[in-house]
């Protein structure tokens, strides 16, 4: 008999009370400034908007917003200095590199499953890849998130920004019980505003529950996502939850279901266990020939009902990417490098934790994984093309899936499905800023390189139109045809959060040595 396992969004109450251990205090020598003045000099710019790159550009920053950018010449061209803004307090030399804006993960998870020793793992990885705002859906308990998000605010940890979403009815502060009515809902989410809470994260709730609750916080201009379970996509696909309110979709749960052709729920085998997540994870990618095919008046009139309801659609494709080829996934080359050894036994083939389901992982469900893709992606894409957002998100630390690594990745995988790599930037920090942003009635605050805009900038000496593979952590190795040797080349070399400038690459130094210590610790035992 297949033992069960236990299942991730039922336990999410459990799971907060085992904290990771929240990050240490800003050391003397991370990251510099905020500055009175501080000027990029000679800068590519690729802002957010989609617009192609251009410069060289100065970037004049004061405090933690942007003061103005200024054109300074044109490529090739030598620089005339009369035109350029005036010394600064901190200047960068930044001619021949690339600034972009800040990314925006709205899809992760920090200090609700047992993984990692501490929060600084997952804020460096993030931080090393150029993640300046982060969406916990949830981050960990109500209570744990607000503490780092105003240690994060007043840049008292190293760390991105950290907006807030809450599963309805998690909180160790909460005693209103479940969340079975209407009213229930209506009453937790004023508990959560009360407390700081920014958005709703929703799993699994009766319909009428789920609309009180996006009600209500809309009512609170809060933002609502969900992740819509198999548990309650037979009553709720993500058309009618976008019908009720919902504000974003992530991952993919609910989008095929809204397509069906021939049925109304997926047909599970007749020996399917949903608490056995090789089956849970295998099936689902079996929908991918029961849907209204690409370009059908079902197809097209989904997209424009979700045009007309502005929805934004965050997939995460990467967290799912290891079901495609898992021996490419136990493999990567970023192992070793960042992986700390705890995370990679959770990773592995485990009953008991969540996303490490490759049991008996055949070539049959890799290729319905490929296939599924190839219609997911499809469907992404024509989105985009309609006018749509997609985002950018990596939804780690589960199914070989690395904080920040994944970030990459899925921008990687948006190209694969057809976008240009300025429109996956863009998805990656203007479209998820909005995100944040819209429910709460305001422009945003970040998301684009603009004047008076937040500081969050990215600065590599590679150009990720180009090839998105610079922005790895580890480089992209390349042959030097003068040397005749393969050296690795890009990374981000500059995160500036709040208008301080990290060293990327110390960050993932930092990690490294985690990583290495607790190496270090098992062999002695």
Not at 188 to 215: H, L, Q, R, S, Y
Not at 257 to 279: A, C, G, T, V
Not at 469 to 489: A, H, I, M, Q, S
């Amino acid at each position: 008999m297949k033992r069960l396992i236990i299942l991730y969004f039922l336990l999410i109450p459990l799971l907060i009370q085992a904290q990771v251990k929240p990050a240490p205090d800003r050391k003397a020598g991370e990251g510099e400034g905020p500055f009175n003045r501080m000027v990029i000099r000679g800068a590519n710019l690729i802002d957010g908007t989609g617009a192609p790159a251009y410069g060289p550009v100065d970037i004049v920053i004061e405090g933690n917003k942007i003061k103005e950018i200024v054109l300074v010449g044109t490529p090739r061209v030598p620089i005339d200095p009369s035109g350029r803004p005036a010394k600064g307090t901190k200047e960068i030399d930044a001619h021949g590199a690339y600034v972009l804006p800040g990314f925006v993960n709205i899809h992760t998870h920090v200090g609700d499953v047992p993984k990692a020793p501490e929060a600084e793992y997952a804020y460096k990885l993030w931080m090393g890849h150029g993640v300046t705002t982060i969406r916990g859906v949830p981050a960990g308990d109500v209570n744990w998130v607000q503490s780092e998000k105003k240690r994060s605010a007043e840049n008292k940890i190293v760390a991105p920004r950290i907006v807030d979403f809450q599963v309805p009815g998690s909180g160790s502060d909460w005693k209103g019980g479940p969340l079975t009515t209407p009213a229930k809902a209506r009453e937790w989410v004023a508990w959560a505003n009360a407390k700081g809470v920014e958005g709703i994260k929703i799993f699994n709730m009766d319909p009428d529950v789920m609309e009180a609750a996006i009600d209500e916080s809309h009512k609170r201009k809060m933002g609502s996502v969900a992740h819509l379970s198999q548990m309650m996509v037979g009553r709720v696909n993500a058309r009618d939850a976008v019908a009720l309110g919902l504000d974003n979709l992530t991952h993919f749960y609910g989008l095929f279901e809204s397509l069906y052709k021939d049925e109304d729920i997926q047909h599970w085998p007749r020996d399917f266990e949903y608490n056995d997540e090789q089956d849970r994870f295998s099936q689902v990618a079996y929908q991918w020939d029961k849907i209204y095919p690409r370009g059908s008046k079902q197809w097209n009139d989904l997209i424009q009902f979700f045009l007309e309801h502005k929805t934004i659609l965050d997939p995460t494709m990467t967290a799912y990417l290891a079901g495609r080829d898992v021996m490419r996934a136990r493999t990567a080359e970023w192992i070793p490098k960042y992986v700390l050894p705890s995370l990679h036994d959770f990773y592995e083939p485990n009953r008991l934790n969540h996303g490490s389901y490759f049991y008996n992982w055949t070539t049959w469900e890799e290729l319905a994984w490929k296939n599924f893709y190839r219609v997911w992606m499809s469907f992404l894409n024509d989105y985009k093309n309609a006018g749509g957002r997609v985002t950018v998100s990596d939804d780690a630390s589960f199914i070989y899936n690395l904080y920040g690594i994944g970030v990459i990745e899925e921008m990687e995988l948006l190209q694969e499905a057809g976008f240009h790599p300025l429109e996956v930037i863009r998805g990656a920090t203007f479209h998820a800023a909005q995100a944040i942003f819209e429910p709460k009635g305001k422009p945003i605050e970040f998301g684009l390189v603009r004047p008076n805009m937040l500081a969050d900038l990215i600065i590599i000496d590679e150009n990720p139109v180009e090839n998105l593979k610079v922005l790895y952590g580890t480089g992209f190795p390349r042959l030097n045809d003068e040397t005749g040797k393969v050296e690795r080349v890009g990374g981000v070399k500059y995160t500036i959060k709040d208008g301080i400038v990290y060293d990327a690459k110390q960050l993932l130094r930092d990690v490294e040595n985690m990583v290495k210590k607790q190496q270090e610790e098992r062999a002695k035992k």
